[in-house]
């Protein structure tokens, strides 16, 4: 067992963990934080991101000793007092989810794209989601909701 | 439309999104029963092989091993392997058992072998590894045609040549003469490649035994709850069906990979009882590419009779179609009448026959994948049209038009059994045409070659059957089940409504639509209405979601159980308002003596309901609470036309798609902004079908080659393009919404779209055709043998 401090949506959190453990285990079975999905066991689907200091990770390719001493966001810590963020509140206008699974990696990894780059264009967001599958949306309102998101303050920020 | 701002036609904003958008879903995998066991399948390596010994002594001493369970434990136990729902009438099909763990042979690679049950996944996977089984391997087959070759590998000794069934539909003896009398016939050899359905959940479930009750519970990732449960209860454990609670939480897509009955779903629930303990496995998306039923996998050859001004005489189709190792548990279905049924297409097209055969190989079971059946038609179908098109010099357009079933011409009786209801198909084709802007395209082609790009235009129009399916015919050709649907409506006593349907959403937005329907019947505000489904103990009864079936039959089980409501309500009006019950008429959500100001509302009469104090006690029983049974009279015939322009880089083979355009009328549309996005993931699906998708085995091992993401070319957001949509409405003349369904239609469509567009691309090589996937490999493979020809002229 290892001892491991973060900040898990702004709380702190300490936990001894087996190393082999990943970060998307602990988040889901030891923190209950179940909006981080798992979608496949090849670090392709892209279901299971998370913002590691504030950069979209998939939780399945880190183990949670690697996330010591880091602030962790998960699609739980990202609405807030009740406020959907301006990216769920794209997403929610556009249509841009249709059986949710994939819905919280999407959400976490545009907030990381509009972080770096204010008003990406088409090709520019769709280049960027390629490592987020989704196979309801053919992700035409994804990238409506995207291009959306990106003209409303604070898209690219948490909290 | 409505003027309801949340009535129907309007594109109210959905009500699942808030739990989907902040973690909140309620996924199978996200449940957790106290004290849960673990389990891990161990799967065959192996395509084909006999079992000789199992021994499970070394990992059943492995640190936290609760149970290890072979074929022959559930078969001590009296279980029953997994039942097929559908049998094609006409002859003889072959139905050999497929247990939920293999007995003494293994058939394809991922075949589960053993559970092992443990405290966790990690101890169950590791002692999996240390199961000893003894193979002695079998010859294998893996491929569509070669299953049927003389000499081939045998799977199943009741079923020599691997025939599960041959099948056929259409007038033999017509087709003959009309091809005798034929001034032009073409022909077409295709495949329709095999996929992986590939919904972003993987599969899970929960068993669960309650000694107390003696009763199960199996929470599970299904599209049908109240099947899944018909099935385990009636046919494979064995108890009555009111023994067994079946439960599907939030489903993260389905697609038809979670309609079928698998072998897992038995094991986790027997096994709860075996080892006392709640049971849960969830599937890793190495196992999904292994296990989920696989969709498609025809071998098929076509031909075409033609008058020489372009009229369609007859046509004819030879098709192949793989069933994988077992039957699904609508694996037969598929190839048959959702398949051949849709030959005629929107054409009067006067004589056709298709004739099926349905063989076993090693590998994974094949069933519905969106679409199901229809898209293989379809994309038979528009390709053969599109190949005689170019034989007779006409434009797609033009030999389209020419044989076009009439608007005035419904109800239409076509030659393989469907009759459809309604239509105007000249009318999509011709918006279809001027949203996408046909008549530009040789601009944009030659455009498009200054660039070095080779640019291409395909048509694609389509009719499916959906709102499966009238119970009656489907009874007549092999179901084995019902199909209607139900619903139940439970008025409140202040008003409000829960609404029970056995319908069930993974992503179609019932939450949304259906409480639309029932505020805008009941004239009460959509915060008032709750839908609930996927719990066999709360919902009366239900088929589930495939087909395309939710709103056309499972919304009007709701209308009309609804219809109930509003009758009743009636009767408790005209009492209150001593009126005459033929007085009193529903409209915006009160109860009015007509032609006079006297009203109740709707919330006041539920009330009445629940405290009858004035109440026609003699003559109704107090409470609001209606259910309904809804059987479709027909099948509902969506339809519309998708154009596709693509670009080619003669260099690399890739092909972009550039520009799509659909037109779909789907019936009387409740939220338009909910039904573009069926079309568009509909779409996108087909094209992934047409440029990248395919599930692959390789011939000599029998091991499935694209296992994993990394292997398999999933549609990606940047290998897709944005699409143009459009919409005709001819409502559906048979159910009370006039819904017909929108699920498929992209999936049905684009393959057909996308490889016409690829061919047109192409056909300065004197390329005729290009299978499924276009990808760049095999795009500039044709080109580079065809240059050589090119060069020679």
């Known amino acids: 067992m290892v001892s491991i401090n973060l900040r898990v949506n702004g709380n702190a959190v300490t936990a001894d963990v087996e190393p082999r453990t990943l970060l998307v285990s602990f988040l889901r079975e030891r923190l209950g934080l179940t909006g981080t999905h798992v979608g496949c066991d090849t670090s392709q689907c892209g279901a299971c991101v998370v913002l590691v200091d504030g950069l979209s990770t998939k939780s399945c390719t880190l183990l949670a000793v690697q996330a010591d001493g880091r602030e962790v966001i998960t699609i739980e810590g990202l609405a807030r007092n009740g406020a959907l963020h301006p990216v769920q509140q794209a997403f929610h206008e556009h249509h841009a989810l249709q059986c949710g699974f994939c819905t919280p990696g999407m959400v976490l990894s545009v907030v990381d794209l509009l972080s770096r780059t204010a008003r990406p264009n088409e090709h520019e967001i769709r280049e960027w989601l390629e490592g987020n599958f989704c196979r309801c949306t053919g992700y035409h309102n994804i990238v409506k909701a995207v291009a959306d998101a990106a003209t409303r303050p604070g898209a690219g920020h948490v909290g | ?793």
């Open chain 2, 1 to 793: 439309m409505s003027a309801n701002a949340t009535g129907i036609g309007a594109s109210v904003r959905r009500r699942e999104d808030f739990r989907f958008l902040t973690g909140c879903g309620r996924y199978t995998d996200d449940i957790n029963q106290p004290g849960q066991a673990y389990a891990w399948f161990l799967r065959s390596p192996l395509p084909h092989a006999r079992i000789t010994a199992i021994d499970v002594a070394a990992a059943s001493a492995m640190p936290g091993v609760v149970a290890i369970f072979t074929g022959a434990d559930l078969a001590a136990d009296g279980v029953g392997t997994l039942p097929c729902g559908f049998a094609p009438d006409g002859g003889p099909i072959k139905e050999p058992p497929y247990p939920a763990l293999a007995e003494d042979r293994v058939r394809f690679v991922g075949d589960r072998i053993a559970v092992v049950i443990a405290d966790s996944v990690a101890a169950a996977r590791d002692a999996a590894e240390r199961i000893d089984v003894i193979f002695e391997e079998l010859p294998l087959v893996t491929s569509t045609l070669a299953a049927r070759a003389d000499g081939a590998p045998q799977l199943h000794d009741d079923a020599p040549g691997n025939l599960c069934f041959a099948w056929t539909i259409g007038d033999p003896a017509a087709v003959e003469k009309a091809f005798a009398t034929a001034d032009a016939v073409v022909s077409l050899d295709l495949v329709n490649n095999r996929k992986s359905p590939n919904a972003i959940e993987p599969r899970a479930c929960i068993g669960e035994y309650d000694r107390a009750r003696d009763r199960y519970t199996l929470t599970t990732t299904t599209q049908n709850p109240h099947v899944i449960r018909l099935l385990l209860a009636a046919f494979v454990l064995k108890i009555p069906e009111h023994k067994l609670r079946v439960v599907s939480p939030d489903v993260g897509g389905g697609f038809g990979s979670k309609i079928p009955h698998y072998g897992e779903e038995v094991v986790v629930t027997w096994a709860a009882k075996r080892v006392g303990r709640p049971v849960k496995w969830t599937a890793e998306r190495s196992e999904s590419f292994l296990c989920d039923t696989h969709g498609r996998d025809h071998v098929s050859h076509a031909e075409l009779a033609l008058a020489a001004d372009g009229k369609f005489l007859g046509l004819k189709a030879k098709t192949v179609a793989n069933l994988g190792a077992y039957l699904s548990t609508f694996g037969p279905l598929i190839p048959t009448y959702l398949y051949a049924t849709l030959l005629s297409g929107q054409y009067a097209l006067p004589a056709i026959h298709c004739e099926v055969e349905g063989v076993f190989t090693n590998t994974c079971p094949v069933d519905a994948e969106r679409g199901a059946g229809r898209p293989e038609a379809t994309f038979l179908l528009e390709r053969i049209v599109d190949v005689a098109a170019r034989a007779l010099g006409k434009s797609p357009a033009e030999i389209r038009r020419r044989n076009l079933i009439a608007r005035n011409a419904f109800p239409y009786q076509t030659p393989v059994a469907l009759q459809y209801d309604s239509g105007d198909y000249e009318k999509v084709l011709d918006q279809a045409l001027l949203l996408a802007d046909w008549t530009g395209f040789a601009a944009r082609r030659e455009e498009a070659r200054r660039r070095g790009k080779l640019r291409g235009i395909g048509l694609s129009a389509y009719i499916e059957a959906c709102g499966l399916a009238p119970s009656n015919v489907a009874g007549a050709i092999g179901a084995r089940a019902g199909l209607f649907e139900a619903a139940e409506v439970r008025v409140h006593p202040t008003g409000s409504v829960t609404v029970f349907t056995g319908s069930h959403s993974h992503g179609q937005s019932h939450d949304t639509t259906f409480a639309q329907v029932v505020a805008d019947r009941l004239g009460i505000p959509m915060d008032n209405v709750e839908i609930v489904h996927g719990d066999t103990d709360a919902v009366p009864f239900g088929m589930g979601t495939y087909g395309s079936r939710s709103l056309a039959v499972g919304g009007s089980a709701i209308v009309k159980a609804m219809d109930k409501i509003i009758a009743k309500g009636r009767k408790i009006a005209a009492h209150a308002l001593e009126a005459g019950e033929n007085d009193i008429e529903f409209t915006d959500g009160a109860f009015t003596v007509i032609g006079t100001d006297k009203s109740i509302p709707f919330a006041q009469i539920a009330l009445s309901a629940y405290v009858p104090h004035n109440y026609p006690l003699d003559e109704l029983e107090p409470g609001l609470d209606e259910q309904a049974f809804y059987d479709p009279r027909n099948f509902t015939f969506p339809f519309g036309c998708h154009v596709c322009e693509v670009e080619i880089d003669p260099a690399s083979g890739a092909v972009a798609v550039v520009g799509y355009t659909a037109i779909d009328d789907v019936g009387t549309v409740i939220n338009p902004m909910i039904v573009e996005g069926q079309i568009h993931g509909g779409v996108c699906h087909g094209i992934g079908q047409a440029l990248f998708e395919q599930a692959v085995y390789d011939e000599e091992t029998g091991q499935l080659v694209t296992g994993s993401f990394a292997d398999y070319a999933f549609p990606r957001a940047d290998a897709l393009p944005s699409l143009r949509i459009g919409h005709n409405v001819t409502p559906c003349p048979h159910n009370p919404l006039g819904a017909k369904g929108c699920g498929e239609a992209g999936a049905i469509a684009a393959p057909a779209a996308v490889i016409n567009a690829v061919v047109d691309a192409l056909a300065e090589y004197g390329i005729t055709h290009v299978d499924m996937p276009a990808t760049a490999e095999r795009v500039w493979r044709l080109i580079r043998n065809a240059e050589p020809a090119l060069a020679a002229q």
